[in-house]
């Protein structure tokens, strides 16, 4: 069964909503414990870009799969 391109994207971006909501609390307790020290403004412009790099990789990886799997 092949995943429409609408569906590909919606698992896309639940998945990673799901992993930024994962990457907040790890990357806070990360920076505690190892000292380093970030503006909250530098941190959510590390958790945008990569949810902006994870989103384009889990939906071009999803569609990847769904073409070779037919």
């Known amino acids: 069964m092949s995943q ?3 569906t590909s994207l919606i698992e896309a ?3 990673v909503t799901v ?3 994962l990457v907040l609390v790890v990357q806070a307790m ?3 414990a190892t000292g380093i020290k970030a503006s909250l403004r530098e941190q959510l412009g590390l958790y945008i870009a990569f949810t902006v790099l994870s ?3 889990s939906y071009v ?3 990847v799969f769904t073409r070779l799997g037919r």
Do not use: D, E, P
């Open 4 to 6: 429409s391109r609408a």
């Open 13 to 15: 971006v639940t998945n």
């Open 19 to 21: 992993g930024f909501g």
């Open 30 to 32: 990360l920076f505690q």
């Open 55 to 57: 989103l384009a990789r």
């Open 61 to 63: 990886l999803r569609r």
